[in-house]
């Protein structure tokens, strides 16, 4: 498949920092406003964002199948409602306006001051407008880290989940944008096994590193999208925190699984990087032993090599980076996680979150969690400023990075940044 976006040998007229996320290869959408400017759809590209609901008034977005009410709108909705061909077709027009030997709008002045704004003037907001989340539990190396911990070391896996993209329906009214703090959660925790539980805030308040997937609307209930359809049916991706409380979940998940201790909040980047910007980064998926149903077997290239990282920043103090990882060490991908999920009949629609679950590398500094950096508490981390972090502590700042570089080209997706505020 050729995208003309993707050419890595493009270059814009806009200038663009050697070290952004944002190149002319990426063009990630989101939603901004202004004072004066009601919420619309955008595009990122170095540290400026392109409008798009201007960019139409003025034209450029002619013979496209779109009307001014898919981008004057405050979340991406009405723009994914077209269909994986329309955003790529308006993907491929944005990067020929925006590449260094296009004169249409790079020579027009008037225009380029209209739908050109400066990154730091403009608000982002909620880009989508989610229906339904699903969380997945699909990194071995951090199922088996869990197993390990809280079950038998010999038996760390459960016995399906070699065989299933293990996942949960989650909460969608509490995903909140990246910069929106969080309050510490409440609920139920047992701190001595042998005497009842106990209401308190969250003492074992942790992150998840994750990517999150958005989905277009996918087939009628009772259909199933196969592997090899997955990904027409997804739009693109964004930076994902699924905030955990881990003493919460302890004494709730038997027998149904999260709930208190994962719907208090989970965080996402504000720009959604397009699945077909991410074309060019796909790996190899690690090797699936025993070999899956067939309904989960898929042929090429599934997997995408992304490097992530985690900070934490305390309160006026400088940020320790505490993981550095990368999404292609997921076992189970998004293709078989779509797969799977619509395998009973089940149908996605046009906003659905979908969670990768926690992403965890293969060595200590790679794990994507506080449960297993500092191992169940027993081996706190040091911060630069001298303190140590068993879990998260309040107004400690959570950062997610993430970013794919390759032959000279960075698709990134910037960060995720969450601060945490005492219980209420």
């Known amino acids: 498949m050729s995208i003309s976006a993707n050419n890595p040998s ?8 050697t070290d952004s996320d944002f190149s002319i290869q990426n063009l990630p959408f989101g939603i901004i406003k202004t004072p004066n400017l009601t919420p619309r759809v955008a595009v990122r590209i170095g540290d400026k964002v392109l409008d798009l609901k201007t960019l139409f008034v003025l034209g450029y977005l002619e013979n496209l199948p779109y009307e001014l009410s898919d981008f004057d709108s405050e979340y991406l909705n009405k723009m994914m409602k077209r269909g994986k061909k329309a955003t790529r077709d308006l993907r491929n027009r944005i990067s020929k306006l925006l590449d260094v030997n296009q004169a249409d709008l790079q020579k027009n002045q008037h225009h ?34 869990v197993g390990v911990m809280f079950r038998d070391p010999a038996n760390a896996l459960l016995p399906n989940w070699l065989w299933i993209p293990v996942g949960y329906h989650g909460r969608a009214s509490s995903v909140v944008l990246s910069g929106q703090s969080i309050y510490r959660p409440k609920g139920q925790v047992k701190p001595v096994e042998t005497e009842d539980p106990i209401f308190a805030p969250s003492s074992q308040l942790d992150f998840e590193l994750e990517m999150g997937f958005f989905t277009y609307d996918g087939k009628p209930l009772g259909d ?21 409380a881990r003493d919460i979940q302890k004494w709730e998940y038997i027998p149904l699984g999260p709930f208190l201790a994962k719907n208090f909040a989970s965080s996402i980047s504000a720009w ?23 309904y989960l077997k898929f042929d090429g290239l599934k997997s995408y090599d992304i490097n992530l990282e985690v900070a934490i920043e305390p309160d006026n103090a400088q940020e320790t980076v505490i993981s550095r990882s990368n999404f292609k060490y997921m076992y189970w991908n998004m293709a078989q996680q779509l797969a ?3 395998v009973n009949g089940c149908n996605v629609r046009s906003g659905d979150l979908m969670g990768s679950g926690t992403i965890s590398g293969p060595t200590e500094d790679s794990y994507g969690s506080m449960l297993e950096l500092a191992w169940k508490g027993t081996k706190p981390l040091k911060m630069n400023d001298g303190t140590e972090r068993k879990f998260i502590l309040d107004k400690d700042t ?12 960075r698709v990134g997706f910037g960060e995720v940044s969450t601060k945490v505020l005492p219980a209420k």
């Not at 959604?272 to 067939?294: G, N, R, Y």
């Not at 959570?398 to 080209?409: A, L, T």
């Open 340 to 342: 799977h999920h619509t």
């Open 398 to 409: 959570v950062i997610m990075r993430g970013y794919s570089e390759k032959d000279g080209v």
């Open 272 to 294: 959604i990087v397009t699945l077909d910007a991410m074309e060019p980064f796909k790996v190899d998926s690690p090797k699936q032993t025993p070999e899956v149903l067939s």
């Open 112 to 145: 380029v001051d209209q739908v050109l704004l400066a990154v730091e003037s403009v608000d982002m907001c909620m880009p989508i407008q989610i229906g339904d989340y699903t969380d997945f539990y699909s990194s071995k190396e951090h199922a088996t880290n």
């Open 10 to 17: 493009l270059k814009s007229w806009v200038e663009v920092p």
């Open 224 to 244: 199933s999208i196969s592997t090899a359809e997955a990904e027409e049916y997804i739009f693109g991706m964004c930076l994902f925190n699924d905030w955990s």
